[in-house]
């Protein structure tokens, strides 16, 4: 599965993006979905994941509440919606994907396709 991840940008803190992630190559529905993020400096970071059905999500508890993931197998897309930014979200958030699993969502070392990141900066 090939992952081409759009939407980010720079926006002023309080505000809202829409990042999308478009799959193709392969069958979206054997595939959970998450976001990741890495800022400067630091490690890559779990944000948000989603099961292949969109039936169960997780989120990192830094945007629970704010952020919200969701999925369109009939358009091979997974969303991720960005409300109430913060300075500290700026980062290059990338999506991943993985073979369907009954795993955590949240484990970086489980997800074997990833997209090329979209920049998200939000000022003060």
């Known amino acids: 599965v090939q992952l081409q991840a759009s939407g980010g940008g720079l926006v002023q803190a309080g505000g809202s993006l829409r990042l999308s992630c478009a799959a193709s190559g392969g069958t979206f529905r054997t595939v959970d979905m998450a976001w990741f993020r890495q800022a400067p400096g630091k490690e890559r970071e779990f944000v948000a994941g989603i099961t292949w059905s969109g039936s169960i999500t997780n989120y990192a508890d830094s945007v629970k509440g704010r952020f919200t993931i969701s999925r369109d197998n009939a358009k091979n897309t997974v969303y991720l919606q960005m409300n109430s930014l913060r300075p500290e979200d700026t980062a290059v958030y990338y999506c991943?994907?993985?073979?369907?699993?009954?795993?955590?969502?949240?484990?970086?070392?489980?997800?074997?396709?990833w997209g090329q990141g979209t920049l998200v900066t939000v000022s003060s």
């Open positions: 991943a994907a993985r073979l369907r699993s009954s795993g955590r969502l949240d484990r970086v070392d489980d997800y074997n396709n």
